[in-house]
């Protein structure tokens, strides 16, 4: 029996550890919470997305009685930002939560294994990485790239 390991780096910061235009970024994340459409589990999540021009681009959670049909703030922001600027790469995506009592979480969220899945999709069709930013009130993590999120994808060359 072989065992392996996955292991990847990222950074946990604050605001002040970011580049203007990464809190930017996080700013614009937290407003999308504003967004939100979450009369059911009443956590509201913001995402932005950093288009390659530098244009930011906000999508957030939509909630529907049907649970199912509703949709998650990464994969409403990707695939909007996608859809009106198909040209353009997602260098840089951040995420930001409110709990169910309005108030920004202590720690970061991730995105659930469907938004990983679209995020690592988004990733290789632009052929370039897509740094993401997890913003908690106490800490900020920054990865490198989105197929960090994922170690053990399903993609394209599994269908061959």
């Given at each position: 029996m072989l065992r392996k390991t996955f292991q990847f780096d990222y950074d946990v910061c604050d605001l002040s550890d970011l580049s203007s235009t990464e809190r930017d970024l996080v700013e614009a994340a937290q407003k999308a919470c504003e967004t939100s459409y979450a009369p059911y589990s009443h956590f509201h999540v913001g995402a932005a997305a950093l288009l390659e021009d530098g244009t930011i681009f906000i999508g957030s959670n939509q909630e529907n009685a049907?649970?199912?049909?509703?949709?998650?703030?990464?994969r409403c922001t990707i695939y909007a930002a996608h859809a009106h600027y198909p040209a353009s790469r997602i260098p840089a995506l951040a995420i930001a939560a409110k709990g169910c009592d309005g108030k920004f979480l202590e720690l970061p969220i991730t995105p659930c294994g469907a938004c990983r899945q679209a995020l690592l999709e988004i990733e290789q069709y632009q052929e370039s990485p897509m740094h993401i930013l997890l913003y908690g009130t106490e800490c900020i993590y920054r990865l490198e790239?989105?197929?960090d999120l994922l170690p053990l994808h399903f993609d394209c060359e599994a269908l061959s």
């Amino acid at each position: 029996m072989l065992r392996k390991t996955f292991q990847f780096d990222y950074d946990v910061c604050d605001l002040s550890d970011l580049s203007s235009t990464e809190r930017d970024l996080v700013e614009a994340a937290q407003k999308a919470c504003e967004t939100s459409y979450a009369p059911y589990s009443h956590f509201h999540v913001g995402a932005a997305a950093l288009l390659e021009d530098g244009t930011i681009f906000i999508g957030s959670n939509q909630e529907n009685a049907s649970f199912t049909v509703g949709t998650c703030a990464e994969r409403c922001t990707i695939y909007a930002a996608h859809a009106h600027y198909p040209a353009s790469r997602i260098p840089a995506l951040a995420i930001a939560a409110k709990g169910c009592d309005g108030k920004f979480l202590e720690l970061p969220i991730t995105p659930c294994g469907a938004c990983r899945q679209a995020l690592l999709e988004i990733e290789q069709y632009q052929e370039s990485p897509m740094h993401i930013l997890l913003y908690g009130t106490e800490c900020i993590y920054r990865l490198e790239k989105a197929a960090d999120l994922l170690p053990l994808h399903f993609d394209c060359e599994a269908l061959s």
